[in-house]
Structure formats: structure tokens, C-alpha cells
Nanobody, 123 residues
Framework: QVQLVESGGGLVQAGGSLRLSCAAS????????RGWYRQAPGKQRELVAAIITGGSTNYADSVKGRFTISRNYAKNTVYLQMNSLKPEDTAVYYC?????????????????WGQGTQVTVSS
């Protein structure tokens, strides 16, 4: 089993920045892909960014050039640096982990999920 705990959400003005963290514990050696999802009110959950063992990353078109996913192996933590935030980035952000190794996994292919952290961007 793997436990994921997110932190770093909050309220920020448009154009501002936030950094989300996702700390993993448990059987972390089984994890090969880490991802960040978000779900806005009334919308489906969508993949924002992913990183696989080796460091390759991928991003949703809506956040390319503004968000950066990174991984600290020593701390078993994945980060999502969010810059130039827009009101449409408002959502609950979830971190996820998978035993599979692929940048674009389906939601059902992620094995573990965090509890979510709220990000609100005011205009």
C-alpha cells in the first residue's frame, strides 16, 4: 500500500503562484508514475501533469508553460509548481500514483490517490 498526502493549496489572485506537494509513504518502490489531476465544480476530473521514473514529463495543453511537475526521490515527494494562475485553474487538485510506467495513463490506471487540496484563483 501507498499513502499520498497533498499540501500547498489555497487562495491566490490571478497571475500568482502556488506550489503543491504530494508526499508518499509505504511501498513507494512499486510506484513508477506520479500524476496530478484536478476537478473543477461540475466538471470531470482531468489529468494536469505526470512524471515517470527517469524524469520524463507531460502536461495538459491548458497548463503547458505555466505548470511544472518535479520529483524529489530522497523525500518521496512530487511537486506541482503553478505559475501565472488563472481563475479557470480553480479546482480540487489530487495527486495520484501508479505502478505502471506511462505518461498518459487513464484515471483507472492510477492505483493510489491523495485526499485532494483546494486551489482557488480569484480574478
Amino acid at each position: 500500500q501507498v499513502q499520498l498526502v497533498e499540501s500547498g493549496g489555497g487562495l491566490v489572485q490571478a497571475g500568482g503562484s502556488l506550489r503543491l506537494s504530494c508526499a508518499a509513504s509505504g511501498n513507494i518502490f512499486s510506484i513508477n508514475t506520479r500524476g496530478w489531476y484536478r476537478q473543477a465544480p461540475g466538471k470531470q476530473r482531468e489529468l494536469v501533469a505526470a512524471i515517470i521514473t527517469g524524469g520524463s514529463t507531460n502536461y495538459a495543453d491548458s497548463v503547458k508553460g505555466r505548470f511544472t511537475i518535479s520529483r524529489n526521490y530522497a523525500k518521496n515527494t512530487v511537486y506541482l509548481q503553478m505559475n501565472s494562475l488563472k481563475p479557470e485553474d480553480t479546482a480540487v487538485y489530487y495527486c495520484a500514483a501508479s505502478r505502471m510506467t506511462r505518461l498518459w495513463l487513464r484515471e483507472s490506471e492510477y492505483d493510489y490517490w491523495g485526499q485532494g487540496t483546494q486551489v482557488t484563483v480569484s480574478s
